[in-house]
């Protein structure tokens, strides 16, 4: 290898030891908790490498946040588009959309990962948080094919459903502890591909479920809403 290719090799896996200890750090002790200080510790660099790399403590929490959702992103894109190619999706395949990509941090070594998402989803830090609401179109396509697949409910409906489905993402290790607790050892919480079919089961029964008197009531209000002409 030549030097410079050496060189550029060298600073490519510098900046990402600082993305991955950075990851783990706000995975351990909170997104907020995390400094530069204690990333330079980590890693084994000084102070002002960090900030050669990413220039300040804001921008790289907002790589971190990019680089971990974009991770997911890839996956994601290539659920949707197969599906989207499909004359008439099932609502079981959608939700595997939404649901495999994060689940897949579930697995072994990926625990920092799964906590960091967990937090980042809750985290009142604007560099943190504008990340990942630029995110949140991504779902438009989702929505799109939940329509198809379930024409009987309203828009505002299927997007309450998907909400409520975007939160199974959200479970972390911690969350499986509590639930191994809850059933006196009967469910395996740690069991990554259990808690992926079991979330699947749980949301397609939700989207598969009649409205509510009063979801109807308020769906009706909000459609009517809608038609009305601005003043």
């Known amino acids: 290898m030549a030097p410079r290719s050496k060189a550029a090799a060298g600073k490519r896996n510098t900046a990402e030891a600082i993305l991955e200890a950075a990851e783990r750090l706000c995975a351990t002790h909170g997104i907020e908790a995390m400094s530069i200080r204690d990333v330079a510790a980590a890693v084994g660099v000084s102070i002002p490498v960090i900030y050669h790399h990413y220039g300040s403590r804001s921008n790289l ?27 008439s999706p099932a609502v079981r395949d959608i939700i595997r959309a939404v649901l ?14 799964l906590q960091f998402y967990a937090l980042a989803l809750v985290c009142p830090l604007p560099e943190v948080k504008e990340a990942l609401d630029v995110g949140v179109a991504g ?31 959200h479970l972390n290790a911690w969350d499986g502890a509590r639930l191994t607790v809850l059933s006196k050892g009967d469910c395996k919480g740690s069991d990554a591909d259990e808690a992926l079919e079991r ?16 979801a109807k009531k308020t769906g009706a209000r909000a ?8 003043k």
């Open 139 to 169: 779902f438009y396509r989702v929505v799109e094919l939940l329509q198809r697949a379930l024409p009987n409910l309203t828009h505002e409906d299927i997007c309450w459903r998907l909400c409520f489905t975007i939160k199974l993402s």
């Open 199 to 214: 979330s699947i089961a749980f949301a397609e029964g939700a989207f598969l479920a009649p409205l509510s008197g009063a």
């Open 100 to 113: 495999q990509p994060v689940n897949q941090w579930r697995r072994a070594g990926r625990e920092a990962s």
């Open 223 to 230: 459609s009517k809403a809608r038609r009305q002409p601005k």
């Open 61 to 87: 929490l907002r790589m971190v946040t990019l680089n971990r959702f974009s991770e997911i992103g890839r996956e994601y894109q290539q659920l949707l588009t197969a599906l989207e190619a499909q004359e």
